[in-house]
């Protein structure tokens, strides 16, 4: 079972930048597709991004595409969410979701999950 931990979430102003971390551990995480998926209160989880095992492919959500992009290091076991030119529409708990099959963003496809980190966008 593999374990994801966030983190980098925080306040700041729209316009503004953040960059969160998703520390994956407990398995080989190469073999892993990492997504990024975001819940503001009130609203159904939506999905931000997803990038293969490789890196090399990636896709993103039309709310998000030009403004976040999604890496990892696979020496590290991490993958960020760069999130530049924040909106306050950006503000929700952003999780990430791991899984061996598919570079496709729907959520029941993820099986493990971490806790979340909370990013908050003021106007």
């Known amino acids: 079972q593999v374990q994801l931990v966030e983190s980098g979430g925080g306040r700041v102003q729209a316009g503004g930048s953040l960059r969160l971390s998703c520390a994956v551990s407990?398995?080989?995480?190469?073999?892993?597709?990492v997504g990024w998926f975001r819940q503001a209160p009130g609203k159904e989880r939506e999905a931000v991004a997803a990038?293969?095992?490789?890196?090399?492919?990636?896709d993103y959500s039309d709310s998000v595409k030009g403004r976040f992009t999604i890496s990892r290091d696979n020496a590290k076991a991490t993958v960020y969410l760069q999130m530049n030119s924040l909106k306050p529409e950006d503000t929700a708990d952003y999780y990430c979701?791991?899984?061996?099959?598919?570079?496709?963003?729907?959520?029941?496809?993820?099986?493990?999950w971490g806790q979340g980190t909370q990013v908050t966008v003021s106007s």
């Open positions: 979701a791991a899984k061996l099959y598919g570079v496709t963003m729907d959520g029941h496809s993820f099986g493990s």
């Open positions: 990038i293969s095992q490789s890196g090399l492919t990636t």
């Open positions: 407990g398995s080989i995480f190469s073999m892993y597709v």
